[in-house]
């Protein structure tokens, strides 16, 4: 069993900054790329940012120079530093992460799958 478990969400003025963590937990083989989506209620969920087990990050434009995501794979976590908040960044935040588990029943690692957390308010006063 694979959980992943957001926490850092909350509100905050605009001009500020929060910092948002996702923990991996569970019989983890490796852990692939990990990205943060959000999701508001005028919006689809879309991508944030993105990042590969090699450290290669991907921005979207709304949000280059605002936002950074990293990852320590020692801990199976990855974050997301996010300056400048604006009103329109307020949304439902989500982890996302690609990865492999141990298969208990074969002693080894299954195949790869692709595996969400259950997201964390944030809001962004103006």
């Known amino acids: 069993q694979v959980q992943l478990v957001e926490s850092g969400g909350g509100l905050v003025q605009a001009g500020g900054s929060l910092r948002l963590s996702c923990v991996v937990s569970g019989s983890i083989f490796s852990i692939n790329a990990m990205a943060w989506y959000r999701q508001s209620p005028e919006k689809q969920r879309e991508l944030v940012a993105g990042?590969?087990?090699?450290?290669?990050?991907n921005y979207a434009d709304s949000v280059k120079g605002r936002f950074t995501i990293s990852r320590d794979n020692a801990k199976n976590t990855v974050y997301l530093q996010m300056n400048s908040l604006k009103p329109e960044d307020t949304a439902v935040y989500y982890c996302?992460?690609?990865?492999?588990?141990?298969?208990?029943?074969?002693?080894?690692?299954?195949?790869?799958?692709?595996?969400w957390g259950q997201g964390t308010q944030v809001t962004v006063s103006s």
């Open positions: 996302n992460a690609n990865l492999r588990a141990w298969d208990s029943s074969s002693w080894s690692p299954g195949p790869e799958f692709e595996t």
């Open positions: 990042i590969t087990s090699g450290g290669t990050t």
